[in-house]
């Protein structure tokens, strides 16, 4: 037992620096502040036009529970709770009380989704990414590249340079994709089996797709069918083989920007809007390997880090 | 040294644990598309197979014709709806005859119009990949009036 133990905890805990932890926290709240922000004026319209929730979702479900409807799912409620989120995420991406404010942005974030997937329509794209923005405030995320490491240096205090807890939310974020890949690869095999890559397959999926989103080169990718083909194929071996960035770790590289590049081409051909995921797996290619955080970054935290000059001392009068 | 559950990695490490264990609940109790655990989803988009066979697909969207005879293209802004559930909850229960979405839909419509929505048409296209490229078919319209309520 003890023996797991001690597994467990070399591989979630490794005494590790936090200027990767720093840098994801920077990449995801930054890109959740300024490219997958809620619309706020969706949201208020979906709460007006909409006297009910037909498939509220656990969080929805507990603030209609605790408050009455017109509190929170109103103009003045989704605004309030916009700019609280906002004014939280802007102080988690400076580092100012970066745990409470990033706790306070993912509640806010979670708030949103769950709210917009509550009228008959759930999608994937946002899931493990919230998990890994929940996961931010348990972690020394505003150690380094935060204003809270210049106060702590202005007061003398050590920065917390390495702590063991800096990488669990990166490799929680990694089993996550593991998992939600090899799910949707062997879903493919179980309710498709082999036919899933007999080329129709892809053909019908990426033809309804286009036609709906009006997009002329998933129109041709659907017209040819030895293309589909491959990449029903290829789509089918990413998923069911992404675990072995978590066995084999150099190859892991190599699967995140895979996975980059695969939801790329799946936006482009079928408008599959996976930003989430690209972002993931950039994230991870960045962050998850501590000898190749980047060098820009580096020079930040170094300046950051960098010990106050001495003050002159003062004159005798 | 601390005792074991103080110790943060002991939390964090059965919050881990909580969380990829709750992922077996949705495929333990499978809710089709209409899931309501977020963020804990199963996860099997797209997992059909289709045989071998036409390679084809129908675009359908809903306009509206006011009572001055103006065409309305009904988006999902104006139906109050999520984009993907305009087919959930709308086209496919009005292509089936259902005409309480046809009245849900018109009071949705004419909240606030001077102008009112006095007929809606679900406008369909079929498009089929052929050895000469894609091939388009019209196809029927089914259409709702305020007043009777039945399809036509």
């Known amino acids: ?317 | 040294m601390k005792p074991l559950m103080r110790e943060p990695r002991t939390w964090i490490s059965l919050a881990i644990l909580t969380v990829i264990a709750l992922h077996a609940v949705p495929l333990l109790s499978y809710q089709g598309y209409r899931q309501t655990r977020w963020p804990i989803l199963v996860w099997a988009m797209y997992a059909k197979s289709y045989p071998p066979g036409p390679v084809e697909t129908e675009r359908r969207h809903l306009v509206g014709i006011t009572r001055t005879a103006r065409r309305v293209e009904i988006t999902p802004w104006l139906a109050g709806v999520p984009l993907p559930a305009m087919g959930k909850k709308f086209v496919r229960p009005l292509l089936q005859g259902d005409s309480t979405r046809a009245t849900e839909l018109f009071h949705r419509l004419n909240q606030n119009r001077p102008d009112p929505v006095v007929e809606i048409r679900v406008e369909q296209e079929r498009y089929a990949v052929s050895d000469t490229g894609l091939v388009v078919d019209t196809m029927p319209v089914v259409s709702y009036h305020t007043a009777p309520l039945t399809p036509r």
């Open chain 1, 1 to 317: 037992m003890k023996r797991w133990l001690d597994r467990w905890n070399a591989w979630w805990f490794p005494g590790a620096s936090t200027l990767p932890l720093a840098g994801a926290r920077l990449v995801a709240v930054a890109a959740q502040l300024l490219w997958f922000g809620p619309n706020l004026p969706h949201h208020i319209n979906l709460a007006t036009h909409n006297s009910h929730f037909s498939d509220p979702q656990p969080l929805i479900r507990l603030l209609n529970h605790l408050l009455p409807r017109h509190v929170l799912f109103s103009a003045t409620g989704m605004t309030a709770v916009w700019w609280v989120t906002a004014i939280a995420g802007w102080l988690a991406l400076v580092g100012f009380r970066t745990r409470t404010a990033l706790f306070i942005f993912t509640l806010g974030t979670w708030f949103f989704v769950s709210h917009g997937y509550s009228y008959a329509d759930v999608h994937h794209r946002e899931a493990p990414f919230a998990l890994f923005l929940m996961a931010l405030p348990f972690a020394p995320s505003g150690a380094r590249l935060s204003l809270d490491a210049l106060l702590r240096r202005r007061r003398g205090l050590m920065p917390e340079l390495r702590s063991p807890l800096a990488l669990w939310p990166l490799k929680f974020v990694h089993v996550l994709l593991t998992m939600t890949y090899l799910s949707t690869g062997i879903s493919k095999l179980l309710a498709g089996g082999l036919a899933w890559m007999n080329g129709y397959t892809l053909q019908n999926y990426i033809l309804s797709d286009a036609i709906e989103r009006s997009i002329p080169l998933g129109v041709w990718v659907a017209q040819h069918y030895w293309l589909c083909v491959l990449l029903s194929i290829g789509t089918v071996l990413f998923e069911l083989f992404y675990f072995l960035s978590l066995l084999l770790p150099r190859t892991a590289p190599f699967w995140f920007l895979g996975g980059v590049f695969f939801h790329i081409g799946l936006y482009y051909v079928a408008g599959h809007p996976f930003y989430q995921f690209i972002l993931l797996n950039f994230i991870l290619f960045l962050f998850l390997d501590p000898d190749r955080i980047p060098a820009w970054l580096q020079r930040l935290d170094a300046a950051l880090l960098q010990p106050d000059r001495p003050r002159e001392a003062p004159q005798p009068s």
